[in-house]
């Protein structure tokens, strides 16, 4: 997860007409809801989403990582290079094991999704070499629209923020923040059968089932799970040893997945403002599911 600390805030601003901010007729609004505003197509790489887009002042369609997870903007430092654009600010950003890195803040005339055109997007330059990706966006479109994520037609849809679409037919979920970031509920079921609650954040960008805090892993003695493999990740300017283990079950959204993979790492501990978080949930446990559909500004999940 891409975290900025203290008071610095990352301000996206659409522009719409004069006229379109008088109040429209109910029948209207609920045709809006029903009418994408875009619909992107996604590939699945490295089990990540992975989204065209374009950048002013470039021709070329770059492809970041949708993650809802990302906090921050994220572009390539030799995208930024070949774009030739100015630094704006140092700033200090962590990923999932919380330590701190400076890196540089630049300003983006206008980031283009198909359809949808965000103006003044402030990224934080990072060299992402690591991953299949120009960059990684997640909270700036987030908060901006209705986002429905299709596994099954590998779309990305965006709706006018608030209603949620009509025509969804799964279970509606409320999630709260932690930082910016969607905590949903869920429960997983260990080994001897016990059931263990716990808030995990919600990251379609994750490459993995569930990844622990360690603090979690510690607390419930989850480290005497039987050890599968064990894997090297740099996360920012780190390398990162993970154990890559398996629970029975978790319960999510009224669905029993079986069985899942899990990960957890010593220095993993990516805290919550206001409660406990377990982890973080990723693409495998999302792709049980045909679609998920966040409605951010009313806090709500909905899982088909």
């Known amino acids: 997860m891409w975290r900025i600390p203290g008071l610095i805030v990352l301000i996206c601003i659409t522009f719409w007409p004069a006229w379109g901010q008088r109040r429209k007729p109910v029948a209207q609004e609920e045709t809006d809801q029903h009418k994408p505003l875009a619909v992107i197509p996604f590939s699945m790489v490295n089990r990540q989403v992975l989204i065209p887009v374009m950048l002013s002042g470039i021709s070329d369609t770059l492809h970041f990582i949708f993650d809802t997870g990302a906090e921050v903007t994220v572009l390539d430092e030799k995208v930024a290079t070949r774009m030739r654009l100015n630094k704006s600010r140092d700033a200090f950003m962590s990923g999932t094991n919380n330590g701190m890195i400076k890196t540089t803040i630049v300003s983006l005339n206008a980031l283009y999704l198909k359809d949808l055109r965000i103006p003044y997007v ?86 993995y089932g569930i990844l622990f805090n360690w603090p979690y892993v510690d607390k419930y003695k989850l480290n005497t799970l039987p050890t599968i493999n064990t894997d090297q990740v740099v996360d920012l300017a780190r390398m990162l040893y993970y154990i890559n283990s398996s629970l029975p079950s978790m319960q999510l959204g009224g669905k029993n997945i079986s069985p899942v993979p899990v990960s957890y790492s010593k220095d993993i501990n990516d805290v919550g403002v206001f409660t406990e978080v377990a982890g973080a949930i990723g693409y495998d446990i999302w792709k049980q599911f045909s679609s998920l559909t966040i409605n951010y500004e009313k806090k709500e999940l909905y899982l088909e």
């Open 122 to 207: 402030k990224a934080y330059l990072e060299n992402l070499s690591n991953l299949s990706a120009d960059g990684v966006i997640g909270i700036d479109l987030l908060k901006l629209y209705t986002i429905r994520i299709d596994y099954r037609q590998q779309q990305l849809i965006c709706y006018r923020k608030g209603k949620m679409p009509v025509g969804n037919t799964g279970r509606l979920l409320h999630f709260q923040l932690n930082y910016s970031t969607p905590v949903v509920d869920a429960s997983i079921t260990l080994p001897d059968g016990r059931s263990l609650p716990g808030h995990y954040h919600i990251t379609t960008g994750g490459d």
